[in-house]
Nanobody, 117 residues
């Protein structure tokens, strides 16, 4: 069974950068069917980035990428803001539409990102 293993979260000051990684055990999902979600305290989990889509709140600051040779997707996060504080989840779905709708086949375990002022 596939698993998604995340790493790279942590504490950073506002304006700083972090890169999240998400590794799969095998190449079951393409870059078009994987993405990143986040859930801030008291809020619903939201889709923020994938190959062809970014939420307005992260557009221009976050970049999704995938290294096929390593079966790993990344989320490069620059110019971080305090409102980016959340648990970040890697996700894989059957297709890009399902991904955006939140119909997810596999979730990563989540990694905490905390941005201090």
């Amino acid at each position: 069974q596939d698993q998604l293993v995340e790493s790279g979260g942590g504490l950073v000051q506002a304006g700083g950068s972090l890169r999240l990684s998400c590794s799969t055990s095998r190449r079951t999902y393409s870059r078009a069917t994987m993405g990143w979600f986040r859930q801030a305290p008291g809020k619903e989990r939201e889709h923020i980035a994938s190959l062809i889509w970014y939420a307005d709140s992260v557009k221009g600051r976050f970049t999704f990428s995938m290294d096929n040779a390593k079966n790993t997707v990344y989320l490069q996060m620059n110019s971080l803001k305090t409102e980016d504080t959340a648990v970040y989840y890697c996700a894989a779905a059957a297709n890009p539409y399902a991904l955006h709708q939140g119909t997810i086949d596999i979730w990563g375990q989540g990694t905490q990102v905390t941005v201090s002022s």
